[in-house]
């Protein structure tokens, strides 16, 4: 059977001050009036809700749940701390088999935009397609890139298997500029979006081989799944599994591992970088989801949670400003990780309760 494996335990710093640990990026409408993890969920609808799993943290499992009140409480995993996403997609993958040994899993982020979603729902009946073609395939999809992006690692093609399929040839980490625009002229490389279709026996079987002690971690707490022993079990082993992603965990030792170009709109949405491209700009560069007035301003990202609340700007330029009820930012907006510096910082100074 066909089930969905959304992984929702992300901290979103670079979206402070409206990510925050209890309701991090995912859990935020940044476009439109469906969060991030309602669209992810409502993107994959022809998969029964008995087949479509959440993995979350203690701490967000709350209001993950509330966001997504169609799913039942059995579907929503709950890592007892983060461990990447090998020890994820392994837990998801056990549970899986426990209740369908013939489980193929679609594997992909909650805080993505991925749109239209015929196309997507188009691409992945595909990815399904393939993998009951060839049980042992590991499928990814990669996403033609439109820029020299230094953010994204890559995935370069090699021979095609069918249309728009192809083997993978390597995975490159994140380029310098140079590289990246050596990438995009060639036209065999992908953006790596995160988005994986396998047999859940066939990724454990993975890992076994690659990664033996995750595996071996995550076989004793296959061996307590549906008993009172399971809470108490996965408390204690969890945090003992390496942290690990699974493209170095797996992906890049093993064999028959695929790329599937995207036919569909991809954005992590990283940053409040990510507006203007999905929501557009005016004519002085500004992009604004607040109300706003302003004199010689431009090149300023500026959003406020509160739909009465004035932001006034006067001669200033290449700004992030965000209003929260009890925290303002305003930031430089040429680099993307200060933002998660002011964070630690905020921490260090005990500002805690803005977190």
């Not at 993978?168 to 980490?173: D, K, N």
């Not at 945090?239 to 493209?247: E, F, H, L, N, Y």
């Not at 209003?323 to 933002?339: K, W």
Request: charged share 20%; with cysteine.
């Amino acid at each position: 059977m066909q089930h969905s494996v959304i992984m929702a335990g992300g901290s979103g710093t670079r979206f402070w001050p409206q990510s925050r640990q209890a309701i991090p990026k995912q859990l935020l409408a940044i476009v439109g009036d469906e969060t991030l993890i309602q669209s992810a969920v409502n993107r994959t609808s022809w998969i029964p809700a008995t087949q479509t799993w959440v993995v979350t943290n203690r701490a967000q499992v709350a209001a993950t749940q509330q966001q997504l009140s169609q799913l039942g409480e059995q579907q929503f995993l709950i890592e007892p701390c983060g461990r990447n996403t090998a020890p994820c997609i392994g837990l998801a993958a056990i549970t899986l088999l426990q209740q369908d040994p013939d489980a193929t899993m679609l594997v992909m982020p909650a805080d993505h935009l991925i749109g239209p979603p015929e196309k997507f729902q188009q691409a992945v009946e595909f990815a399904f397609k393939a993998i009951e073609e060839d049980p042992t395939a590991l499928l990814l999809f990669g996403v033609k890139p439109t820029a020299p992006a230094t953010g994204f690692g890559y995935i370069e093609r090699g021979a095609e298997q069918s249309a728009q399929l192809y083997n993978v040839a390597a995975f490159r980490e994140k380029p310098d500029r140079a590289t990246a625009e050596d990438f995009l002229e060639s036209g065999k490389f992908y953006w790596n979006c995160g988005i994986f279709v396998w047999r859940a026996d066939r990724i454990l079987a993975a890992l076994k081989e690659y990664e033996p002690e995750l595996y071996q971690h995550l076989q004793t707490l296959r061996a307590v799944l549906d008993t009172n022993q399971w809470e108490e079990s996965l408390a204690e082993i969890f945090p003992q599994m390496k942290s690990i992603s699974i493209d170095y965990a797996v992906l890049e030792h093993a064999n028959g591992v695929k790329v599937l170009e995207a036919p569909f709109d991809w954005d992590d949405v990283g940053s409040w970088q990510a507006l203007p491209r999905v929501l557009g700009c005016d004519v002085n560069g500004n992009t604004v989801d607040a109300k706003f007035a302003s004199l010689e301003t431009s090149n300023c990202i500026v959003r406020t949670t509160d739909a009465t609340h004035l932001v006034a700007t006067f001669g200033v330029d290449n700004l992030i400003i965000v209003q929260t009820p009890d925290a303002t930012l305003v930031a430089r907006r040429d680099d993307e990780n200060a933002i998660k510096q002011l964070v630690a910082h905020l921490q260090e100074q005990g500002y805690e309760q803005y977190l």
